[in-house]
């Protein structure tokens, strides 16, 4: 396990478990979800559905929010209705294998650019929680939920 995905990890990243309690099944499975947030953000035709599913998705990998893998696994599922890029029907498994791909070991290259990646990774997790709660009081923003997905397409870039 490597996590890197908070601001209460170790120095360096935690290698073993959480500091927050976190297994490495639930990081990996994060680090997915992640990562098809940001696929879909970039590649999957804007509608009010996936707005709130990427906001649901960016707000299930905030610390201590959700550390249930049937939960994560079903968000990762649900996804895939979005998209024909995920493999449907993966095991938890290859889900996991695959998870090694984009987790913060993934991360390579420039130091500088590896640092506001996960700066803006963290500043959209708090958002969407901003913006999850401000929904439940019937509260939506067409230019947030724009942002969202034009930041999280971003991390998918190389500059």
Known sequence: MYCDQCEQRAVGGCQVQGVCGKNPEVSALQDLLLQEAKVLAKY?????????YL???LFSTVTNVDFDSDR????????EAFSEKFKAGASLA?????????GANALAGDPDLQSLKQLLTLGLKG???YVDHAA???????????FIREALAALLEDK
């Open 72 to 79: 994560l696994i079903e968000l990762i599922r649900e996804g």
């Open 136 to 146: 439940l009081l019937g509260k939506k923003d067409p230019a947030v939920f724009a």
């Open 94 to 102: 290859e889900m996991l294998n695959n998870a090694k791909l984009f």
């Open 127 to 129: 958002m969407a929680a």
């Open 55 to 57: 906001v649901r998705a």
């Open 44 to 52: 999957a035709t804007p509608s009010d559905q996936l707005d709130d």
